[in-house]
């Protein structure tokens, strides 16, 4: 859903980072978590997993809004939720590491809203205009109350508000105009978190807090999971608005923040974990097929995290940073593309062909949105810009 820093930036505030470390008091010192900053996260692979993940959510999104059969087997194969769940991990893991090493509370907003909101402004701005141009009412109509209702709610992240541009996409089986973004309102929640988690931590104890928080997620997700099993026959996941409420209960914040929390405590323990890569990559593998024949996802959160640790940190597969970051692009543009192509009639072409023009749009779309836009914002610490002056010429 997400689109954060991934490597280091420059070191300050050690009272800060030192007091995140530390426990709640004297007689759990010896014994309580540690918060640890400033492990060396220079040789990483999360700006790979993430482009991988973002892809996996728009392949989902090919079958999902196209209903072609000739693409069935992408629901055996793929999965948008796993993919938005490691998406909440890293975020966790990145976005608490980003808070500590920031200078202020002010510092690290700013570097947020840097990150996330110029692109985000980008597509929903430009699609609202562009979009007119697909609509079938009247251009008077069209840019009515309707259209400045989707423009200030979407712009708020408010999707749910305002779903879709008056007489877009109509003819489609969902008319939303962007339907991936509901993540982003959750994203930016875990944003105004962090400082508040990590004051928590500071006044309470890391490990309280870290246990109350994911206990408490943990019984949102599930209870409200029960209670949708039991109310609903529609899918958790569902692209319409048919779930009923338990089941748009059980995808919110609260339940979200386990494994925004899960990535928080790969940052905490890294230290540790780093030195068992191979014993991680055991237990998360025996805990995937216990959840995948037994549990049915109520596992999820821990092999999720394993596999997002164990990709991300086990082998280095290089720099890949120093070409960019396209995997938030991939992830806000794929859905209009999509829906516009099948308005086109391009589903009804050649399920290959259907692909490989969608793929080809979304990968070019993406290679402006970073290079015109996101690119431009980035603080001058970014390890982008750092990378992308290091990259061999």
């Known amino acids: 859903m997400p689109m954060t ?3 280091t930036v420059s070191s300050h505030q050690e009272t800060l980072q030192s007091a995140a470390v530390k426990s709640d008091d004297s007689r759990s010192t010896q014994k309580d978590s540690k918060v640890r900053p400033a492990a060396d996260f220079n040789k990483n692979n999360l700006d790979c997993l993430r482009l991988m993940l973002a892809s996996t959510v728009a392949l989902f999104h090919f079958r999902a809004l196209s209903e072609l059969p000739a693409l069935s087997s992408f629901d055996r194969f793929l999965s948008a939720p796993f993919a938005v769940r490691s998406f909440f991990v890293i975020s966790g893991l990145l976005i608490f590491r980003s808070y500590t ?5 002010s510092s690290y907003f700013e570097k947020r ?6 692109a985000y402004f980008t597509v929903i701005v430009v699609a609202a205009i562009a979009l007119c141009t697909l609509s079938t ?3 008077s109509h069209y840019f009515g109350f309707g259209f400045w209702k989707y423009l200030g709610a979407n712009l708020l992240f408010l999707n749910f508000l305002a779903p879709s541009l008056p007489g877009v996409f109509q003819s489609n089986s969902i008319t939303a105009v962007n339907g991936a973004l509901w993540t982003l309102k959750i994203e930016a929640v875990f944003y105004l978190s962090v400082p508040i988690i990590h004051y928590l931590c500071k006044r309470l104890g890391t490990k309280q807090v870290m246990l109350a928080i994911f206990s408490l997620s943990c019984l949102w997700k599930y209870g409200f999971a029960y209670l949708a099993t039991r109310g609903a026959s529609h899918g958790l996941f569902s692209l319409d608005s048919s779930r009923n409420i338990y089941s748009q209960l059980e995808v919110q914040f609260p339940a979200q923040l386990a494994y925004f929390t899960a990535g928080i405590l790969l940052l905490l ?3 540790k974990l780093k030195h068992h890569s191979l014993a991680i990559s055991v237990i998360t593998a025996c805990l995937y097929l216990v959840d995948h024949f037994y549990t049915h996802g109520i596992l999820d959160i821990f092999w999720i995290s394993g596999l997002v640790f164990v990709i991300g940190f086990w082998r280095y597969l290089g720099n890949f940073s120093k070409y960019g970051d396209f995997s ?4 806000i543009v794929h859905w209009p593309i999509i829906q ?5 009639g391009a589903a009804k072409l050649n399920p290959a062909l259907f692909l490989m023009i969608g793929i080809s749009l979304i990968t070019l779309t993406a290679f402006l949105m970073w290079h015109l836009v996101e690119n431009r914002f980035l603080a001058s610490s970014s ?3 750092q990378a992308s002056v290091k990259a061999p010429a």
Do not use: A
């Not at 090493?101 to 509370?105: A, D, G, K, N, Q």
């Not at 516009?340 to 086109?344: A, E, Y």
């Open 328 to 331: 938030y692009g991939v992830y």
């Open 269 to 271: 323990y890294f230290d």
């Open 383 to 385: 390890h982008y810009r």
């Open 340 to 344: 516009t192509l099948i308005v086109f």
């Open 5 to 7: 820093e991934t490597k």
């Open 137 to 139: 009412v009247p251009i």
């Open 101 to 105: 090493r920031s200078s202020s509370v």
């Open 113 to 118: 809203v840097r990150r996330i909101y110029p």
